[in-house]
């Protein structure tokens, strides 16, 4: 097995990966100030809470957008397994092209997830991640990162509305009944996740008008079971995405 690590802006997931198959997976906090021994106590208690045993991960892979907390990851994993982390990065062989004008102004994420999903699907794909950002990413048949759109994540446009709007409270994600609110919840709820969706549709229909291709379309990220229903476009939810691409990586860079 192998640990595969996806530091975010709010929160880091980890998952315990044996060939395609997550089969545990963790949400943390991400705390930018803590520490690289905070970080592999953590670890080690949540493998040890699991019963994992050492010498059970023979390694690990991380992608990280958050650099103030990626050295702290990459100490943390190294002093817990004993072996350097494989990094992600346009510069690790990937097994895809990048076709983007700065390949290293791409997020590790977004390409974790390009190579997830081409082992996922058959053909070319479109992958919606809902994180803090919304991100569009447009994988082509023959293994190229053509690019894509980057979004607003769910979360943050609903927390800075109801931040901004002193009348405005927070609400739970529950799926809208009606488009029409009948009290102020609703009216949110309404407003927050059928925006959310139709942003999804109109952005995915651009992207497949412009490409002239007929992609499957996959979501993936914390909310992507809850908006993946009120959309007409996506095909597919696969929770560990990114997890499996970075598995994947590590396959290929491991050998």
């Known amino acids: 097995m192998i640990l ?13 990966v044996s060939g395609r198959d997550v089969r ?12 690289a021994d905070e970080h592999a106590i953590l670890l080690r208690q949540l493998l040890a809470q699991a019963g994992v045993r050492d010498g059970d991960v023979q390694g690990s892979v991380v992608c990280s957008v958050v650099p103030a907390l990626t050295a702290s990851f990459l100490t943390a994993l190294e002093a817990l397994l004993g072996v ?6 346009p510069d690790a062989d990937l097994g895809i092209a990048i ?13 974790a997830n390009a190579v997830g999903v081409l082992d996922l699907v058959d053909g070319a794909a479109i992958v919606v991640d809902f994180g803090t950002a919304t991100t569009f990413d447009v994988v082509s048949a023959d293994r190229r990162y053509l690019g894509g ?27 809208p009944g009606a488009a029409i609110g009948r009290s102020t919840e609703e009216s949110l709820r309404a407003g927050v996740l059928f925006g959310a969706a139709g942003q999804v549709d109109e952005i995915v229909r651009r992207i497949v008008e ?9 979501a993936t990220g914390g909310l992507a079971e809850r908006i993946a229903p009120l959309t007409s476009v996506i095909d597919l939810v696969e929770p560990d995405l990114t997890l499996r691409g970075l598995a994947l990586i590590y396959e290929r860079v491991k050998g």
């Open 4 to 16: 595969a690590v996806d530091v975010g802006n709010t929160n880091v997931v980890l998952g315990l």
């Open 24 to 35: 545990l997976r963790w949400r943390i906090a991400s705390v930018a100030d803590r520490t």
């Open 84 to 89: 350097q982390p494989v990094v992600v990065g």
């Open 99 to 111: 076709d983007y004008r700065d390949p290293r102004e791409v997020g590790p994420d977004r390409l």
């Open 149 to 175: 759109a980057i979004a607003p994540g769910l979360l943050t446009s609903a927390e800075s509305l109801v931040r901004k709007a002193a009348l405005l409270r927070g609400v739970a994600l529950e799926p």
């Open 210 to 218: 412009e490409w002239g291709v007929s992609p499957t379309v996959v």
